[in-house]
Antibody, heavy 120, light 107 residues
Framework: QVLLVESGGALVKPGGSLRLSCAASGFTFSDYYMSWVRQAPGKGLEWVSYISRSATFIYYADSVKGRFTISRDNAKNSLYLQMNSLRVEDTAVYYC?????????????WGQGTLVTVSS | DIQMTQSPSSLSASVGDRVTITCRASQDISNYLAWFQQKPGKAPESLIYAASTLQSGVPSKFSGSGSGTDFTLTINSLQPEDHATYFCQQYNTYPLTFGGGTKVEIK
């Protein structure tokens, strides 16, 4: 079955950096676009970034553009999110999700999430 | 960005009731709309895509309809396990955007 497992969440100070990972299994990882979505505590969902199958196409939400970098390693079935210059408002549970369909925007499977807390 | 507005923000219904949640897009998104269920402390799970197509494995008590700007999620025969927050999401254009959620409680 499709399984996505995020890791790397932690408590970090404003201005700090963190790298999130998402390990994929149960499907051919290199066949799918992937996205990161976040959810601030008690809040709704916010799409963060996507990456195409071979990393040719990458797109970011304006709120993270220039600070976050999405990448993938198809040989390791892994997705990453490098987060720099972190702000308090980046505090959230970060989910990786498999994407397909129109605009590769349908997120059919999600991981369990990893918590990033940005606080001094 | 396309704004997604869900209503109501919360509701309380009895076991066996039929529940309807609506989602309105700020512009035409054709049928590129998905619905998700999120139980407390868990990741969202996909219920419906393309406005009305049931995700594999999702029970037929869930159904979706609509196109353009107005969409509906219906839950038939509400059960205690349906206690969750339900979100809509448009994938017509980027950035992908989500509704604010509807919290469904069981009386």
């Amino acid at each position: 079955q499709v399984l996505l497992v995020e890791s790397g969440g932690a408590l970090v100070k404003p201005g700090g950096s963190l790298r999130l990972s998402c390990a994929a299994s149960g499907f051919t990882f290199s066949d799918y676009y992937m996205s990161w979505v976040r959810q601030a505590p008690g809040k709704g969902l916010e799409w963060v970034s996507y990456i195409s199958r071979s990393a040719t196409f990458i797109y970011y939400a304006d709120s993270v553009k220039g600070r976050f970098t999405i990448s993938r390693d198809n040989a390791k079935n892994s997705l990453y999110l490098q987060m720099n210059s972190l702000r308090v408002e980046d505090t959230a549970v970060y989910y990786c999700a498999r994407a397909w369909g129109h605009s590769y925007g349908y997120l059919d499977y999600w991981g369990q999430g990893t918590l990033v807390t940005v606080s001094s | 960005d396309i704004q997604m507005t869900q209503s109501p923000s919360s509701l309380s219904a009895s076991v066996g009731d039929r529940v309807t949640i609506t989602c309105r897009a700020s512009q035409d998104i054709s049928n590129y709309l998905a619905w998700f269920q999120q139980k407390p402390g868990k990741a969202p799970e996909s219920l419906i895509y393309a406005a009305s197509t049931l995700q594999s494995g999702v029970p037929s008590k869930f159904s979706g309809s609509g196109s353009g700007t107005d969409f509906t999620l219906t839950i038939n025969s509400l059960q205690p396990e349906d206690h969750a927050t339900y979100f809509c999401q448009q994938y017509n254009t980027y950035p992908l955007t989500f509704g604010g959620g509807t919290k469904v409680e069981i009386k």
